[in-house]
Each structure stands twice: as structure tokens, then as C-alpha cells.
């Protein structure tokens, strides 16, 4: 779906990785944040991927906003 979400995750609350308004809503550092701690019933991932990963996610992340 190119980051825009399912409707299921819409329901959870899982934004629209492509709209500018949550790219620029967003440092990196917050991103990395939640992907780390987690966010409502996203859980956290934190020790179950490395920083590099998780540095990864968050290009990957960007990279929906760029289309």
C-alpha cells in the first residue's frame, strides 16, 4: 500500500507514512523513539533489532513522504 496504511491500521491509529503533514510532524529522533518504545498497541522494538535497523526503519519510513 505504499505507507498509506490498511484500514486496520488506520483503527490502531497507525498514521499515513506519505502525507507531509505526519513527515514533518516527526524528527527522526521521535521515529526512532517509537520504533525503540513502541506506541499505543505498536509494540516496541527495542533489543530485538539493532540501532543500525532501527536507523533503517526510519529511512524507510522517509522514503514513503518522498513519493
Request: proline share 4%.
Amino acid at each position: 500500500n505504499g505507507g498509506k496504511g490498511t484500514a486496520k491500521g488506520h483503527e490502531y491509529g497507525v498514521p499515513d507514512f506519505t502525507a507531509a503533514a505526519f513527515q514533518s510532524s516527526k524528527t527522526d529522533e521521535q521515529l526512532v523513539k517509537h520504533i525503540n518504545a513502541g506506541k499505543g498497541k505498536c509494540p516496541g522494538y527495542q533489543g530485538k533489532m539493532s540501532p543500525e535497523m532501527i536507523e533503517k526503519m526510519v529511512e524507510i519510513v522517509r522514503n514513503f513522504g518522498a513519493k
